[in-house]
């Protein structure tokens, strides 16, 4: 696998993953029950810390924060997806 396809699959687990958080937590809210504890939130999605504070608005500084913090965690996503590959690059012509 090149770097390119593994970082897109890597940038794409950075977008799904909050986005399926996101969801979760809407539906903790309509249904009262805790699905995922705020830690492995923040483990899975950690540029997610700035949204505690407008969580529930719905105004265009709210959604430009949740576009800017999905961006941040696409580039953090990518970043590690990037070190895990060239590890597994320099793994792989090590045990050849």
Same mark, same amino acid.
């Given at each position: 696998m090149t770097m390119v396809r593994a970082l897109r699959w890597w940038a794409l687990a950075g977008l799904l993953v909050p986005v399926a958080i996101y969801i979760i937590g809407f539906i903790e809210v309509f249904t009262g029950r805790l699905i995922m504890s705020d830690y492995v939130m923040l483990i899975l999605w950690p540029s997610s810390f700035p949204l505690m504070a407008i969580r529930?608005?719905?105004? +265009?500084?709210?959604?430009? !924060? +949740? &576009?800017?913090?999905?961006?941040i965690n696409v !580039?953090?996503?990518?970043? +590690?997806? !990037?070190? &895990?590959?060239?590890?597994?690059?320099?793994?792989?012509r090590l045990f050849r």
């Open positions: 529930e608005q719905f105004t +265009v500084f709210g959604f430009l !924060a +949740v &576009a800017i913090s999905l961006l !580039a953090l996503y990518s970043a +590690v997806g !990037a070190i &895990a590959w060239l590890f597994w690059l320099l793994l792989s």
